[in-house]
Structures are given as structure tokens and as C-alpha cells.
Nanobody, 127 residues
């Protein structure tokens, strides 16, 4: 069973940057890795996903051109570089993994499609 642990959250002013990291407990090179976020009172929403080879990425429209997802298949980590942060980016950010999704066929963008989750890391963007 894959265990995921996020780090890197914190408080930042609008326009600032943060880098989130997610460490996996075992080899995850066969898994798609994603980031989701959950704002108070709202459902968990898709942020970004990266394929096994790190050759293709997908992003929510709200974060395109600002966030970048990367992965290291040697260290079994996935990161989310967040730039030009806005107050509406405030949320708990979750790392997720699954080996059955396929964004090329429109899966991997919904919470229910991932089997493995981290505990979340909180990001607060002040205005």
C-alpha cells in the first residue's frame, strides 16, 4: 500500500510562491501522481496530474500558467510549484496516487478515481 506525505504548506502573501512536496513510501513510478485541494465547505477539487514518465501534465484551468507539477521517479516524490498565488488558492492541498487512471482517456480528474492519499498540507494566501 502506497503511503503519501505532503510538506511545504504555509502562509504566503498574494503574489508569492510556495513549493509543495509529496514523498511516497514505495516505488511509485507506475502510478500517476496528482494534486487536489479542498477549500472550507467545498468538495475536493483537481489541481494537477502528471503521467508516469513525467512527460505530460494536466492542470485545472484555475491554476494553468501559475502552477507546475513535477516528479522524481528516483526519489519517489512529486512536487507542486505554485507561483503568483491568489487568496482563492487558500486550501488544504492533497497528494494522490493511482495506477489505474488515464488522463488521456479523461480519468484522473476526480477525487473518487484515486486510491491513495496523503494527509494534506495547508496553504493560506493572504491578500
Amino acid at each position: 500500500q502506497v503511503q503519501l506525505a505532503e510538506s511545504g504548506g504555509g502562509l504566503v502573501q498574494a503574489g508569492g510562491s510556495l513549493r509543495l512536496s509529496c514523498a511516497a513510501s514505495e516505488r511509485t513510478f507506475n502510478y500517476y501522481m496528482g494534486w487536489f485541494r479542498q477549500q472550507p465547505g467545498k468538495e475536493r477539487e483537481f489541481v494537477a496530474v502528471i503521467n508516469r514518465a513525467a512527460s505530460n501534465t494536466w492542470y485545472a484551468d484555475s491554476v494553468k500558467e501559475r502552477f507546475t507539477i513535477t516528479r522524481d521517479n528516483v526519489k519517489f516524490t512529486v512536487s507542486l510549484e505554485m507561483n503568483n498565488l491568489k487568496p482563492e488558492d487558500t486550501a488544504v492541498y492533497y497528494c494522490a496516487a493511482d495506477d489505474q487512471i488515464n488522463p488521456y482517456q479523461n480519468t484522473g480528474f476526480r477525487e473518487r478515481e484515486y486510491h491513495y492519499w496523503g494527509q494534506g498540507t495547508r496553504v493560506t494566501v493572504s491578500s
